[in-house]
């Protein structure tokens, strides 16, 4: 879901695998934007990557590209969660409905949810469960 850095195109080609297709980089304005068609994908993923403050931007952005219907899967950190109703309310309220969760690692959690339509709020609506927690490391 995210764009490839500028570092990405510049770096060496591994043996065999052929050349790099360049494109131009995005506008600084549109960095959470992929360049893909509207209702263009069947599965987006989150893995580990829902680490900026603008959470919201990511999922909202994740619902214009999935074909209805379509599967968001999230995977993160479980020290994160400050509370995971509260975080699964908030991304039903963009659009999507949960289909799975488990929250049985003590390290990581994992959802499943459906593409239902269009975010149900407005732009400006808050939604607090997007606001996770910095991640917590153990030493071992």
Known sequence: M??????AEAAPVAAGLGPVISRPPPAASSQNKVPLEDESVDVAVFCLSLMGTNIRDFLEEANRVLKPGGL?????VSSRFEDVR???RAVTKLGFK????DLTNSHFFLFDFQKTGPPLVGAKAQLSGLQLQPCLYKRR
């Open 2 to 7: 995210f764009e490839e850095p500028e570092w």
């Open 72 to 76: 968001l899967k999230v995977a993160e």
């Open 86 to 88: 509260t975080f699964l």
């Open 98 to 101: 949960i289909v799975s969760k």
